[in-house]
């Protein structure tokens, strides 16, 4: 490995996304602003990020198609100590159950720390919430299983089909729609199955289509199947939903990039003069993805690295929702 940085994902502790990184025990973010350049080159291989912020102690080489990032065995270790897991029945925090929409037909429900807020929707994608329920785990788990069992209500949609509507999302009232009737099925269920100790929270419908910049970007086309050692992404980002950053590319046309794809890689900053800069904000990643100083723990590692145009993308692509590859380095 070069010593570079690693990115972590995109994180949404606010209202503006931002990007993670660490290197050898030192972690930073980077604010992303919408209309701001954004680019880096990945170096090397892709390496297992480790589990519950501790290193792989085998420092695995993993595939770049995995959205996970983990060997199989730190996998297992940062299943083992999540909520999803069922491991905490004794987890003394409150808990919200949600209910979230990412399109027509694709409503789900879920459960998130309460000290988190929103974060865990905005991370998900969700385009609309609305909170159910607050209490312990146990029963904030036993009320999704009341509304598998008896709604017929997943408590998963694959990513996938969620990045597949993100263009041609329907309008606010009929966003909100799905929601509010689910809303009152579930709350129907009270003395039916819904568990005493969760306390039912009123209808609040949240639209996060203004948020995420998806009322002012263009819809996109295609999507990065995995990064390659080499490979460039670089663009201008117009829209942010869940791990997904949405980046124009001149002649491709809007190009997602699931920033799950890039954890465990030496990514090193695209030249500053080949990127947009006309539109870059104040504190936002403009010259390249990774933080001050990044580029240069791989810069001679990458070759013979000549500057980009001001938008481009080197990596294979696939056609969104169609499934179609784009072949090759471009």
């Keep these: ?121 905005r991370e998900q994608g969700a385009v609309v919430f609305s909170w159910l329920g607050r209490g312990p785990l146990m029963a904030a788990r036993r009320t999704e299983e009341v509304l598998r069992a008896a709604l017929h209500v997943p408590d998963r949609i694959p990513y996938a089909r969620k990045r597949a509507v993100r263009g041609r999302l329907p309008g606010r009232e009929e966003r909100a729609a799905e929601v509010v009737e689910l809303y009152g099925r579930a709350a129907a269920l009270e003395g039916r199955g819904w568990p005493e100790s969760l306390e039912r929270l009123p209808l609040e419908v949240v639209d996060q289509v203004a948020l995420f910049g998806l009322d002012r970007a263009p819809a996109p086309v295609r999507s990065v199947r995995e990064l390659v050692d080499g490979g460039v992404v670089a663009g201008r980002l117009v829209a942010a939903a869940g791990p997904d950053l949405h980046l124009a590319v001149d002649g491709v046309g809007v190009v997602v990039l699931d920033t799950r794809l890039i954890t465990g890689w030496d990514l090193a900053a695209v030249p500053a003069e080949a990127l947009p800069a006309k539109t870059a904000a104040d504190g936002a990643v403009s010259a390249g993805a990774a933080p001050a100083g990044a580029a240069s723990a791989g810069a001679a590692s990458a070759g013979a690295a000549s500057a980009v145009a001001e938008s481009d993308v080197r990596v294979p692509l696939i056609d969104i929702g169609g499934g179609g590859v784009q072949g090759g380095l471009f």
């Excluded at 350049?37 to 290193?55: I, S, T």
């Excluded at 065995?73 to 940062?78: F, G, I, Q």
Aim: charged residues 20%; hydrophobic residues 40%; proline residues 5%.
């Design 1 to 121: 490995m070069s010593g570079g940085w690693w990115c972590a994902g995109v994180r949404w502790p606010g209202q503006v996304p931002e990007l993670g990184w660490s290197r050898r025990g030192d972690r930073r973010v980077s604010v992303l602003a919408y209309g701001a350049g954004l680019g880096f080159r990945a170096l090397g291989e892709r390496h297992c990020v480790g589990a519950r912020g501790n290193v792989c102690p085998l420092g695995a080489v993993v595939p770049g198609r995995s959205t996970g990032g983990r060997c199989a065995e730190c996998a297992r270790l940062d299943r083992a100590h999540s909520v999803a897991a069922d491991t905490m029945a004794d987890d003394p925090r409150t808990y919200r159950v949600y209910l979230a929409w990412f399109g027509p037909g694709m409503v789900k429900v879920g459960i998130t720390g309460e000290e988190r807020g929103a974060a865990r929707l």
